[in-house]
């Protein structure tokens, strides 16, 4: 089967993972956030994209949860000590990656064709795409003033707010090469338990992607981020109360209003257990445990994920 | 007294350090060659700036004689593995200080500036001024063709004998902000023991730093940068043979011919001790140990160097 996953990095990543473990070789297309894309220090940094890289290629710290195993941090130390800008935490390995795609991408080759190479590099089984080869850039709307996003989610802690999230340049924005063909082609569309606003949203604002997925006659499975109401990491959970106004699936679901079928929440979600009222019936819930703490369980967790997108 | 050094890096470096261990805080500026410059990875480095940076804030690797103490390779070790050019070494600590000024430098900060701030951050006794903002790249024609200084240095390991050496950007060069000011009021300048072709020779590439040295009214004093008629490290010697046709006192007089008053020669190439004709009587030889093995050493040829710019 031809299965395309939406993501960002961190659990999106995780469950991809799980997804290239079951699926063969060449059926999983990752298309990936590029909405936290930063300029730092001159280099083109791509946090979701190398986020699924490196937990696809194993190089990922698992215990950390980004960046490299064996990571040293080198490089920013004399940055910080030459008077440069080291407010966002780049590793040596890590500036080595930076340093081949900033320097291909002023070559003029297209973010997705250095994507494809590095991934080619680490012999991935699964495509990674970004959205779009174009700049498109996250800001989030505060009460402290608007920001750039990682000058929030970094340099600032995002200990803001979000009152909205715009995403710059996606009106003009295409999408990736591949992009609508693996979607045309596919047999089903995952999103991952990846923030909505933050690494769906991004993703889903390149018009022509949104309306790929209105217009698919396959189902299209999301799965939640929270886990009890909340995130597993990042501000999902805060984001949803303020923004959608609550955390239960209703309002995880309303966030992709119109475009899923089936919603896949943690246990401790699930309506009845908790009492939680459910106002979207078209959408069908499925129950499992989505918290993904080793290999086995992002494994099981794709397996619900394919059969729902498979019923 | 104000002395003006011009130098490369390596020998010329450490000589730098002897005078700056000698004189007063503000009496030496340094200016520094740039016709090593290269761009690679997308980094704009200047390795003979910084050279003269690491010896004389004493973060110097002492035994390999270039880059930082304590360096590590990680950035370099990922590039490669990432498919990107990894002929040039560049450490992690190395990289900081490459990536901030490369960042300096597309702001539209001079060379010049961003080498002040540098020094700065490190609290230096003396200036360090680039010979040039302008671009001024060392070229060598060899019997197997004509290389950028770095492709042939570094990439072929200067393995090929060299035929001429272009210094590309010359013509157009001025110099630095403060080179010909500190050129005009010094009481006497020195020739640091680099190599004539390669690191003095771009410096007087630019015309107004040459003219500025053959009008001056004080003496200006060269330390040969052979040792028995070989350079201590790098391809002086071979080049001197072949470019010039000897590797003997005259010869490197003949290299800064009419710009000089004395030449410091070590005791291995003194005329007599060899059986050394002389030709250039109207050039002093001052005859010392040139070694630099320790820091003494540098003091006492910093010393030998001092008396000599003042007779």
């Known amino acids: 089967?031809?299965?395309?996953?939406?993501?960002?990095?961190?659990?999106?990543?995780?469950?991809t993972r799980g997804l290239a473990d079951t699926l063969e070789p060449g059926e999983l297309t990752v298309v990936g956030?590029?909405?936290?894309?930063?300029?730092?220090?001159g280099l083109h940094v791509s946090p979701d994209l190398d986020s699924?890289?490196?937990?696809?290629?194993?190089?990922?710290?698992?215990?950390?949860?980004?960046?490299?195993?064996?990571?040293?941090?080198?490089?920013?130390?004399?940055?910080?000590a030459w008077g440069g800008e080291d407010w966002f935490r780049l590793g040596d390995l890590d500036v080595g990656l930076h340093l081949v795609?900033?320097?291909?991408?002023r070559e003029g080759v297209a973010l997705s064709e250095i994507t494809a190479r590095l991934a080619g590099r680490v012999g991935l089984r699964c495509s990674i795409l970004p959205a779009t080869d174009d700049r498109l850039r996250t800001r989030v709307a505060t009460p402290a003033g608007t920001f750039a996003f990682q000058e929030w989610y970094v340099g600032r802690g995002h200990r803001d707010e979000v009152d909205a999230v715009e995403y710059v340049g996606a009106r003009e924005a295409s999408p990736a090469p591949g992009v609508?063909?693996?979607l045309q082609a596919a047999d089903a569309v995952v999103f991952a338990p990846s923030?909505?606003?933050?690494?769906?949203?991004?993703?889903?604002?390149?018009?022509?992607?949104?309306?790929?997925?209105?217009?698919?006659?396959?189902?299209?499975?999301?799965?939640?981020?929270l886990v009890g109401g909340q995130a597993?990491?990042?501000?999902?959970?805060?984001?949803?109360?303020?923004?959608?106004?609550?955390?239960?699936?209703?309002?995880?679901?309303?966030?992709?209003?119109d475009l899923i079928d089936a919603l896949v929440i943690d246990r401790s979600d699930a309506p009845g257990a908790a009492d939680v009222p459910v106002t979207a019936p078209e959408i069908e819930l499925v129950v499992t445990s989505t918290l993904m703490h080793d290999r086995g369980a992002e494994r099981r967790l794709a397996d619900v994920v394919l059969e729902a997108a498979c019923a």
């Open 232 to 257: 597993v990491s990042g501000p999902a959970g805060r984001m949803l109360s303020r923004m959608a106004g609550g955390t239960t699936p209703d309002f995880v679901a309303q966030s992709h209003k």
């Open 195 to 225: 923030n909505p606003y933050l690494s769906i949203g991004p993703i889903l604002a390149v018009s022509a992607i949104r309306r790929a997925i209105e217009r698919r006659s396959v189902r299209c499975v999301a799965v939640s981020p």
């Open 52 to 80: 699924l890289l490196y937990t696809l290629s194993g190089l990922i710290d698992e215990d950390r949860r980004w960046g490299r195993a064996g990571e040293t941090w080198n490089v920013l130390e004399s940055v910080g």
């Open 180 to 182: 609508l063909h693996a």
């Open 101 to 105: 795609r900033t320097q291909a991408l």
């Open 33 to 41: 956030n590029v909405g936290d894309d930063l300029e730092v220090l």
């Open 1 to 15: 089967m031809k299965l395309v996953v939406l993501s960002g990095g961190g659990g999106g990543a995780r469950l």
